[in-house]
Structure formats: C-alpha cells, structure tokens
T-cell receptor, first 114, second 112 residues
Framework: KAGVTQTPRYLIKTRGQQVTLSCSPI?????VSWYQQTPGQGLQFLFE???????NKGNFPGRFSGRQFSNSRSEMNVSTLELGDSALYLC?????????????FGSGTRLTVV | GENVGLHLPTLSVQEGDNSIINCAYS??????FIWYKQESGKGPQFIID?????DKRQGQRVTVLLNKTVKHLSLQIAATQPGDSAVYFC???????????FGSGTRLQVQP
C-alpha cells in the first residue's frame, strides 16, 4: 500500500512570505500529525488532526496552522516566514485505534527560508 | 541533511558486531515507546515498539528493553550491517495524548 506522501519535497521561500505544505496519509488512516525537525531542536510536535478537528497542538506560535480535509489529507501553513522556520517538516499518519500505535512518517518537506 | 550540524552521540561498530543504543525518556507516565531509524533525506522509519506493561520485545535482529524504574530504553541490533548506519531516535507517548516526544538521537556508524 502507498505510504505517507508529502508535497513538495523541497521549497525555498523568502522571509515574510507564507507557505503551505501538503500531506496525504496512508489509506484508512484518519489521524495526521505534523512535526518540525531542525538540527538545533530535533523533532518537535506541531499539531495533530482527526476527522478534520485539531486534537492536540504543540508549543509553536500562531503563525503555524493546519487543517484536515474530509478525505484525511492535511495541510499545514506557516505565515510570515522567519529564517528560523527553515526545517524538515514531517507528517505522520496513524490508525488512531485508541492504542496510540502505528505512526508512519512521510519523507518530509524541506523548507529553506532565505 | 536534517541532522547535519547537530552534535549527536555517535556509536561506531564493526560489521557483524551487536549494537546497543540507549535512550532516557522524560515522562514517567508514558506508556508507549517507539524506536525509529532515519536515513539521510528520509523520514523516520518504524523499527520496533513496546508498551509499558512489557520490559522486553523482540523483532527481527532487534530487541527493545524498557526499564521504567530509571526511565530508560535500549535498542539492541544483532549482527549489525552497513545498511543499519543511520540516526536512531526513541520516542515516547501516552495513550490519548496523540503526540510523540522524541529523544535527541544517536548516530550509528557501521564499519565494513
């Protein structure tokens, strides 16, 4: 079965711009989570969506937002980009069967802010 | 790559040796733990998981040990191969929290 698909793979943006990243989960997975990975901070949780509802949010400023569509695909948006937003953004999908298992990650979108 | 510049602890082993990667987790209430492998340019890949009601779980060439008393996880890789070279992360969560907390990672280098 197809894995988690993230698009685009690479992005270069200028400070102050905004960006939208996309994630298509594994078929049948209804939970989608987003993580930011940087050399300095490692992997950090951004937010999690299930059935179009945000259920959990990490400690990131309001410039980071997301949404989920009825087909479980998810997008995240970062507005007013800062240099420090340069990172690998990873999406993970899971069954969310109540046991907290089965997080599968995509290959990520590498965002560079210049 | 995403781990370039980050001073990760590095474990260097010879091909065929056994590897042990350690992780200290932070939340004593966490009840589910996962080990991930991340190769350059890729997302984390699931290796093995364990629930807090177990202290050991085995997979193919890998074993995870959980010591809740000292909040410690370890990943043992038997007969390490060059293809095992990657950065390894432990992650913890609490059922219902729906968010993983990752450790800082360990780079495994396998010398042929």
């Amino acid at each position: 079965k197809a894995g988690v698909t993230q698009t685009p793979r690479y992005l270069i943006k200028t400070r102050g711009q905004q960006v939208t990243l996309s994630c298509s989960p594994i078929s049948g997975h209804r939970s989608v989570s987003w993580y930011q990975q940087t050399p300095g901070q490692g992997l950090q949780f951004l937010f999690e969506y299930f059935s179009e509802t945000q259920r959990n949010k990490g400690n990131f400023p309001g410039r980071f937002s997301g949404r989920q569509f009825s087909n479980s695909r998810s997008e995240m948006n970062v507005s007013t980009l800062e240099l420090g937003d340069s990172a690998l953004y990873l999406c993970a999908s899971s069954l969310d069967d109540g046991r907290g298992r089965g997080y599968t990650f995509g290959s990520g979108t590498r965002l560079t802010v210049v | 790559g995403e781990n370039v510049g980050l001073h990760l602890p590095t474990l260097s082993v010879q091909e065929g040796d056994n590897s042990i990667i350690n992780c200290a987790y932070s939340n004593s209430a966490s009840d589910y733990f996962i080990w991930y492998k991340q190769e350059s340019g890729k997302g984390p890949q699931f290796i093995i998981d364990i629930r807090s009601n177990m202290d050991k779980r085995q997979g193919q060439r890998v074993t995870v040990l959980l010591n809740k008393t000292v909040k410690h996880l370890s990943l043992q890789i038997a007969a390490t191969q060059p293809g095992d070279s990657a950065v390894y992360f432990c992650a913890e969560t609490l059922t219902g929290r729906r968010a993983l907390t990752f450790g800082s990672g360990t780079r495994l280098q396998v010398q042929p």
